[in-house]
């Protein structure tokens, strides 16, 4: 079973979202990445998943944008959540290390490697994330505003 940490710092099973989230905008059969927008390390790992993402598994959206605060609120997470990206891969929401796993799974190839990492327990892993999350802005910044998307990555994202 996944298990997500939420707002409380109490892990709870994963989230099934409905068959019809807004904060998709189409059924929750959609795969989304929903990120930090502010974050400069959450703005590369989305150009890292743009590149890498040639089928255009992933649709991307700022957790700070409509439809990032519709699934926060949808998984019972504060309007001010940014403590991890949030995945939504056929119908669950992961959040945290294991959002990262699944994500990359989810493209295929050399990706589906990433799948070793979910033999190292959430209690182990969750922690070196939130690690890393505690100083993300001190190691790669802060921008001022919301990240927005390019007109060549405009149909990648969900409205923004």
């Known amino acids: 079973m996944v298990l997500l940490k939420g707002d409380a710092g109490v892990f709870r099973p994963r989230i ?16 989304a990445i929903f990120f930090d927008g502010y974050c400069g390390l959450c703005n590369r ?3 890292v998943l ?17 439809p990032g605060a519709q699934l926060l609120r949808l998984a019972d997470l504060s309007e ?3 403590d991890s990206v949030v995945v939504v891969r056929d119908g669950y ?18 990706y589906r ?7 190292i327990p959430t209690f182990v892993r969750d922690p070196l994330y939130a690690g890393v999350a505690r ?11 919301c990240r927005m998307p390019t007109p060549e990555e405009r149909s990648r994202f969900l409205e923004v």
């Open 16 to 31: 099934r979202v409905p068959r019809e989230s807004e904060a998709l905008g189409s059924p929750a059969e959609g795969n």
């Open 45 to 47: 790992w989305v150009d």
């Open 50 to 66: 743009l590149r890498a993402d040639t089928a255009g598994i992933w649709k991307f959206a700022p957790l700070q944008s409509r």
């Open 80 to 82: 001010t959540y940014t």
């Open 93 to 110: 929401l992961y959040t945290h290390s294991t959002a990262i796993i699944v994500a990359l799974i989810a493209l295929g190839g050399w």
């Open 113 to 119: 490697a990433a799948r070793l990492l979910l033999v």
């Open 135 to 145: 100083f993300r802005y001190r190691v790669f910044g802060r921008s001022q505003t």
